[in-house]
């Protein structure tokens, strides 16, 4: 069985986004690391909100396009339940290194992790069809 976190990494791929020498601790973590999870994981969030969405009766499928948008920000923002759901999705494809780096600042990643998440979903709102 090979290591850990060098699978981890070859499986994630090159930073995305740009990383300077006057870039912050958090930039750089979310370049290196928030952003590929969150790309490699991309199919996996589509498919956990869609199911969200049937479990909570159907609403969401009946909206206009920009209640949807208010919807994915609103249940995200507010279902922590769900929220820390999402949260195990990034977090379970971190290194150990980044893990240890992450709880130092835990607070400020878990909120450019979410909004990042937010963003992606609803830039992808046209691919949530109800099953």
């Not at 986004?17 to 006057?22: C, M, N």
């Not at 930039?27 to 199911?51: A, C, G, M, S």
């Not at 999705?89 to 878990?110: A, C, K, P, W």
């Amino acid at each position: 069985m090979e290591p850990r976190d060098p699978s981890l990494m070859e499986l994630r791929g090159e930073a995305i986004g740009t990383i300077t020498p006057f870039s912050s601790s958090e930039e750089v973590f979310q370049n290196q690391t928030l952003r590929p999870i969150l790309k490699l994981q991309n199919d996996l969030f589509i498919e956990v909100f869609r199911n969200y969405a049937i479990k909570q009766k159907n609403v969401f499928f009946d909206l206009s396009p920009d209640k949807k948008m208010g919807y994915i920000e609103n249940v995200i923002q507010r279902d922590i339940k769900f929220r820390n759901s999402l949260k195990g999705i990034v977090i379970g494809l971190f290194t150990v290194d980044e893990y240890r780096e992450y709880i130092q600042n835990s607070s400020n990643l878990n909120k450019r992790m979410m909004n990042m998440l937010i963003e992606r979903l609803k830039s992808q709102i046209q691919l949530f069809e109800q099953a």
